[in-house]
């Protein structure tokens, strides 16, 4: 399931897949918030790596995704949105996150909806390095109902930087993120492969429970409830026959949101943590007993010491 972390390319000696001509690299997939980076990094990997929902602040880490093939290997890292709205210690370290994905990568994917560039796309736009190659990916074509304004609107944002390449696409569809791949492949670098085969991604299953506990909140409660949540993993266990324990809190930053986290005789919750079960074990391949509590720390999303000990990047 998980490679934790990369290796350096210098210290990485040659896999089978690792054949003169193979390509490697790393590509970023930038964007405002809510323009579906997680949804087409989870359709280029070919698997649920990142957490999907229609709020904004749901990809609060770097999330790698890798995706290898005979002769190449692309390491996604889906970005937080760029945040320009809120200015808390949480979002500060989010935009740093960008930021230093930015200097890392040799590939930039900016995504943005096509037939629309606003002051946020061009916000993030003003902060990519002049030395890579930009990917414009115009995503949710199918969202478009005047096609007819497609070609005018493409060629309009080819004026406003010179990319790479432009992409127009809907990442709901698996037909265009394999075109996608096909046209980043040329980018990556001769490179032999940073991540086994079989890797889907960097991070952890302790780290993914979380994260698909902290999606469940954000797709079932109201707009009041998820950008004060953050979710911790207490215990993960393997237990005989391959059974996963898994104990997560839920911490709130104000008393007056655990009932409604909770619901009335704790409906509310018991229906985030069925959910969140399924989506594990389809994930982890393993039957999964989960349990669930919901407690209050207060300020957590302002307080910066706080947040780098609940693994935000500082």
Not at 83 to 99: E, I, K, S
């Amino acid at each position: 399931m998980s490679a934790e972390g990369g290796a350096d390319r210098s210290d990485l000696p040659r896999e089978g897949g690792g054949a003169v001509g193979f390509r490697c690299g790393y590509v970023a997939v930038v964007g405002r918030p809510n323009v579906g980076k997680s949804t087409l990094v989870n359709a280029l990997v070919g698997a649920k790596v990142s957490i999907v929902s229609a709020k904004p602040q749901t990809t609060r880490h770097r999330i790698h995704g890798v995706h290898t093939e005979a002769d190449a290997q692309f390491v996604f890292i889906d970005t937080p949105g760029f945040q320009t709205r809120h200015r808390n210690a949480l979002n500060q370290a989010m935009n740093r996150t960008v930021r230093a994905v930015l200097d890392e990568v040799d590939v930039i994917l900016l995504l943005v909806e096509a037939g629309r560039y606003g002051e946020a796309d061009a916000r993030v736009l003003s902060l990519l390095p002049a030395d890579k190659p930009v990917v414009l990916v115009a995503n949710k074509v199918d969202t478009v109902r005047d096609k007819a304004t497609l070609l005018p609107w493409l060629e309009e944002m080819a004026g406003r930087h010179p990319f790479a390449e432009i992409v127009p696409l809907s990442a709901i569809h698996a037909r265009d993120a394999g075109r996608l791949l096909a046209i980043l492949k040329p980018w990556l670098p001769e490179s032999p492969p940073l991540f086994e085969a079989d890797a889907l991604t960097d991070k952890s299953e302790r780290f993914l429970a979380a994260e698909i506990v902290r999606e469940k909140v954000f797709r079932l409660t109201g707009d009041e409830i998820p950008y004060g949540v953050n979710v911790s993993v207490e215990k993960f266990s393997d237990e005989p026959g391959g059974l996963r324990r898994i104990e997560v809190v839920i911490w709130v930053d104000r008393e007056a949101h655990k009932p409604i986290l909770l619901g009335r005789s704790g409906g509310h919750m018991k229906r985030i943590a069925s959910e969140a079960r399924q989506d594990m074990e389809r994930l982890f391949g393993a039957k999964v007993f989960l349990q669930c509590w919901v407690k209050v720390k207060q300020g957590w999303a302002d307080n910066a010491a706080l947040l780098r000990s609940l693994g935000y990047e500082g």
